[in-house]
């Protein structure tokens, strides 16, 4: 088998890129060597339609940088689809419209996830790394002290060891009002360059949407999304993996 031979599967390096507001512009990601861009058009709300034209215009800006847009990451999943409520005829209708326009763009792979609320969390945006790099970062005690002191969630506690707690308890005392407001932004915020303008109060109130949802609901609300997914497209198939609840997903299309 030659390098040429089109049956051979070669990985790209690839780079998170979080669009246009990012602090880490296109040309650095190339000159670092990556020839791929992991990215989304995280300026569109949640269940609106993604345009052709602008995802056809972010695909420029990658290109331009020679790169290549390989991977939306990711079409995210509305929180009624979720929770299984509201206009679902017309969530369903609008993400398989933002599929078929990814398609129409040459975008093969989509990736979205069935995570509640805020999905994947950082605790940390610019985690400074021995060579002087910069990286997101998870610290399960500062999300600890996120969880029991910021946004006061019921039980919170409960899910940590008593080392946790006292830790997460150090931590948050030794922070000032600023470092605090900063650190919940952080991770109200998700994505560097993201701003949601969403508070501790519209973070307490998307949850308790989920006080009367157990696994077996959230998944069956699952399973409807992808039903209804594919029999609006059905030339896209799945790729499932399962992480806990999160549930992260990616579609592929057949032809």
């Known amino acids: 088998m030659s390098i040429s031979d089109p049956k051979l599967f070669l990985l790209d390096e690839g780079f998170r890129w979080f669009g246009p507001a990012d602090s880490t512009p296109l040309t650095y990601i190339r000159q670092a060597g990556a020839a791929a861009i992991f990215t989304a058009l ?4 949640y269940g609106e339609v993604w345009p052709r034209e602008a995802i056809r215009e972010r695909k420029e800006l990658i290109e331009a940088a020679s790169l290549r847009w390989a ?6 999943v509305h929180e009624d689809i979720k929770t299984g409520s509201g206009n679902l005829t017309k969530l369903f209708d609008n993400y398989a419209l933002t599929l078929r326009n990814l398609a129409a763009e040459g975008i093969r792979l989509v990736i979205y996830n069935f995570m509640p609320v805020l999905d994947w969390v950082r605790t940390e945006m610019r985690s400074p790394l021995p060579d002087g790099s910069q990286c997101l970062r998870f610290d399960p ?3 600890a ?3 029991i002191h910021a946004l ?3 039980g919170a506690a409960e899910g940590c060891t008593p080392e946790q707690r006292e830790l997460a308890a150090a931590w ?3 922070l000032d009002g600023s470092a605090r407001d900063t650190f ?7 994505f560097p360059g993201v701003k949601w303008d969403l508070t501790l109060d519209d973070i307490r109130a998307l949850l308790a949407r989920y006080e009367q949802i157990n696994e077996a609901r959230l998944r069956a609300n699952l399973a409807r999304f992808q039903i209804c997914t594919y029999r609006l497209v059905p030339n896209f198939s ?3 993996s399962a992480i806990s609840l999160g549930l992260t997903h990616k579609f592929f299309p057949t032809t």
């Open 172 to 174: 948050w005392k030794s």
């Open 141 to 143: 005690v500062h999300f």
């Open 71 to 76: 991977a939306v990451e990711s079409v995210p």
């Open 238 to 240: 799945f790729n499932t």
């Open 42 to 45: 995280h300026q569109i709300p």
């Open 184 to 190: 919940i932004k952080s991770i109200i915020d998700v």
């Open 152 to 154: 006061n969630r019921p």
């Open 145 to 147: 002290a996120f969880e």
